[in-house]
């Protein structure tokens, strides 16, 4: 490509504009290696961008690459408020830099920017090395998700016995959508408890895999882990929902004969209080 | 009413922001409507959307999006455009609003407001998009001049005269952001009078003010700060061009109390109404909130 390159038209703007946009190491490094490619005839890019006494075309094009960067890792800091403070800013950055790499984003919401964080931290170095950082980031985004799920009417204690008992069989009750499950390392629970002592991160025992359930009670998200057989009786309602007898059926899979009924009342009283239940659509 | 663009004059309002929800809905407030960001609220449920219900009931709200990118090479994302359609079927809004710029392309989405080159293939481009996006919408929208810190080489049009191009080939609305103008002038080293005068005025629809930040070598559209004098000035220059229309404050960064913000919107009033009686006071006179 000659020195003397055209201005070229917005298919070909924009695409030049976005790779300079994202380049990790900055908007000159990004024309280096375009003019590597042959995508563009000159470094300066002056073909693109005017130049003044002011500023150079690179630095103009910098302002933009800066705002793209930073507006991201803010909104992921926001997003992941207990994993920014653990692995502190710089790490931070670094991550930052890594995912949007990995995942530049495609939606038009930010809102949508951080749902492959946890998946990507599970796979990052930083996991290796701090276990339960890729759980805590997936705690983190669990409890955005039900944020702003759908609304529901969730069924009282009485509404719930009322329509049970008189048709165990038939009537049957499911989760609400602001409603989420996970196996988590036990390790992910005490790092969204218990905030870092001086900014950084140290290593975290690994723990056993414990049931978490995440929910949005009016607008107030909440999370806890849970027994085995709560976390299996509210798989089942999570998957297709369940009437009454089918859930006693779970119950007593791992509970006495003689407790079984009393640990499902426990269930149904804790479940309705924390509004989580429906009736199936 | 704004004699040939109509629509409304809302009065004075300010963008609506998670920090005050509490506050706009626990009392009565002395601004006239709210702006909402419109992707804040393309959410299934929860509080955002409490709160917009809530709002709107009380208020005269305006959508105003972020990701239309109107000026992508991409085609148009209509699966955004159908979630803004069912928005504003719930909402109501009086106008729904975007900006003149884009914000991605190759399918993704700096979730920025990115320059266009202003030429005339980028015109033609940004006027048949607009048509269809108001085909779809079934609205005519307005688009806001953005904040730019670069000009491309290749650029044959001014930027105003783009803007009041696309507005009138496309038959829709301006939001005149004054602040973005002031910007763009000090960082390009134009006339932001100049730029006010060339717009064709009574397809202003709104007018928007924000603060900025002096980076030194260029100043940057931050909404971080008061409207600062200069704007307000461009604001009273502008009032005096276009007449009464809807005008509201933006602040996204630092956020203040309510009662900085509201202050900002009366104070926005009152230059307002001087500037459309022929008073000319001292800058910075008008009733200021400095709480």
Redesign the interface.
């Known amino acids: 490509m000659s020195e003397a390159q055209p201005?070229?038209?917005?298919?070909a703007?924009?695409?030049v504009?976005?790779r300079l946009?994202?380049a990790p190491e900055g908007v000159a490094a990004g024309a280096r290696a375009l003019r590597a490619e042959g995508a563009i005839g000159s470094e300066d890019l002056?073909?693109?961008?005017?130049a003044?006494d002011?500023?150079t075309?690179r630095?103009?094009?910098d302002?933009?690459a800066d705002?793209?960067f930073y507006?991201?890792r803010d909104?992921l800091a926001e997003d992941f408020p207990k994993l920014s403070a653990w692995i502190g800013p710089t790490r931070l950055h670094n991550l930052v830099t890594d995912y949007l790499l990995a995942h530049?984003?495609?939606?038009?919401?930010?809102?949508e920017?951080g749902r492959r964080v946890p998946g990507y931290v599970a796979g990052h170095a930083l996991a290796g090395e701090f276990p339960g950082i890729a759980d805590l980031a997936a705690l983190e985004w669990a409890r955005v998700d039900v944020?702003?799920?759908?609304?529901a009417v969730p069924l009282t204690r009485g509404e719930l016995l009322e329509q049970g008992t008189a048709a165990p069989d038939v009537f049957v009750a499911a989760l609400i959508?602001?409603f989420r499950q996970l196996t988590l390392d036990r390790a992910a629970l005490a790092l969204w408890r218990e905030p870092p002592e001086d900014g950084g991160l140290g290593p975290a025992p690994a723990g056993e895999p414990v049931s978490v359930r995440i929910w949005?009670q009016g607008?107030d998200v909440y999370h806890r882990s849970i027994e085995p057989d709560e976390a299996d009786c509210l798989a089942v309602l999570a998957q297709q929902g369940a009437t009454l007898a089918r859930l006693g059926e779970i119950v007593a899979e791992t509970t006495p004969p003689n407790r079984a009924g009393a640990r499902l009342a426990e269930f149904l009283d804790v479940w309705t209080a924390d509004a989580v239940l429906m009736a199936a659509p | 009413m704004n004699s040939a663009g109509g629509v409304p004059d809302l009065g004075h309002g300010v963008g609506l922001r998670r920090e005050h929800f509490e506050r706009v809905l626990d009392a009565p407030t002395r601004v006239d409507w709210f702006e909402v960001l419109s992707e804040n609220f393309m959410v299934k449920g929860g509080r955002p959307l409490h709160v917009l219900d809530r709002v709107r009931r009380d208020y005269p709200v305006v959508l105003h999006g972020v990701s239309l990118s109107i000026g992508t090479s991409d085609p148009l994302d209509l699966g955004y455009l159908r979630e803004l359609r069912s928005l504003a079927g719930r909402v109501e809004p009086a106008w729904v609003s975007d900006h003149l710029c884009w914000t991605g392309v190759g399918g993704h989405n700096a979730h920025d407001l990115l320059p266009l080159p202003y030429t005339e293939e980028a015109l033609r481009h940004v006027v048949e998009r607009v048509l269809a996006v108001q085909d779809v919408l079934g609205r005519r929208i307005a688009l806001e001049n953005v904040s730019t810190y670069l000009t491309f080489a290749g650029s044959t049009l001014c930027e105003w005269d783009f803007l009041a191009e696309v507005a009138v080939q496309a038959d829709c609305g301006i939001l005149l952001d004054v602040n973005n103008v002031y910007v763009s002038a000090q960082n390009h080293g134009f006339d932001p009078e100049k730029y006010v005068s060339a717009l064709p005025a009574e397809r202003v629809w709104q007018i928007h003010l924000a603060g900025h930040t002096d980076r030194g070598s260029h100043l940057l559209d931050t909404h971080s700060r008061r409207v600062c004098d200069a704007v307000w000035e461009l604001y009273r220059f502008a009032t005096r061009r276009v007449g009464a229309v809807a005008s509201l404050v933006e602040w996204d960064e630092d956020i203040p109390e309510w009662e900085v913000l509201e202050g900002e919107s009366l104070r926005a009033r009152e230059i307002q109404r001087s500037a459309l009686a022929g008073a000319d006071p001292t800058p910075g006179s008008e009733l200021r909130s400095d709480v």
Not at chain 1, 7 to 11: A, H, I, K, S, V
Not at chain 1, 147 to 151: I, V
């Open positions: 201005f070229p038209d917005l298919r703007l924009q695409s504009f976005w946009l994202v002056g073909f693109l961008v005017q003044d002011r500023m075309p630095e103009r094009l302002v933009y705002m793209y507006r991201l909104c530049p984003p495609v939606h038009f919401s930010l809102r920017l944020f702003d799920e759908s609304d959508p602001a949005r607008f």
